[in-house]
């Protein structure tokens, strides 16, 4: 995959999936957690990374939305996985998390809820209401899917 860690010099700390769910008070689906025990750090796409939507939306005519990178550990107190998802309050969603972004700062939510699937949601600011669900658009219905169909080598990491 080309994903690049943005802060390599940071050192997460070990079992850094379980710190995430401490700090977050939430049980991580285990795709994600697989993923950000192998990439803990915050990582940005090292080529545009896009996702195609199945059906047709007013707000997306091209039908694909581009993501630009996956929060992890990082070394600032303001950026990274538990840093954002702690110091936002207005976007905090019931049963959410925020996992990344993309290029303008619109962000990536993923559902933590239990017995639920991983799904990836977008939240584009010029649509959506911070704090509010109704505005999200749903990229995927697992992690998994979001990862596999947004990188074409992808396949590698899930095998």
Not at 26 to 39: K, V
Not at 64 to 93: A, K, V
Not at 118 to 123: A, K, L, R, T, V
């Amino acid at each position: 995959m080309d994903y690049l860690p943005v802060d390599p010099e940071s050192q997460p700390p070990e079992n850094y999936s379980l710190v995430v769910e401490k700090a977050l008070q939430c049980r991580l689906p285990e795709h994600y957690r697989e993923f950000i025990d192998y990439f803990p750090r915050t990582g940005a796409c090292y080529l545009e990374s896009c996702i195609c939507l199945d059906r047709k939306d007013e707000k997306y005519p091209d039908s694909e939305i581009c993501w630009s990178s996956l929060f992890g550990h990082e070394n600032s107190e303001l950026g990274g996985l538990i840093p954002i998802n702690i110091n936002y309050p207005d976007y905090r969603i019931e049963n959410m998390m925020i996992i990344g972004d993309d290029a303008f700062g619109n962000w990536l939510y993923m559902s933590v809820e239990p017995d639920k699937n991983s799904s990836i949601y977008f939240m584009d600011r010029r649509f959506s209401q911070p704090g509010e669900k109704s505005g999200l658009l749903l990229l995927a219905e697992t992690f998994e899917d979001f990862i596999l169909n947004s990188f074409t080598k992808a396949e590698e990491f899930f095998k």
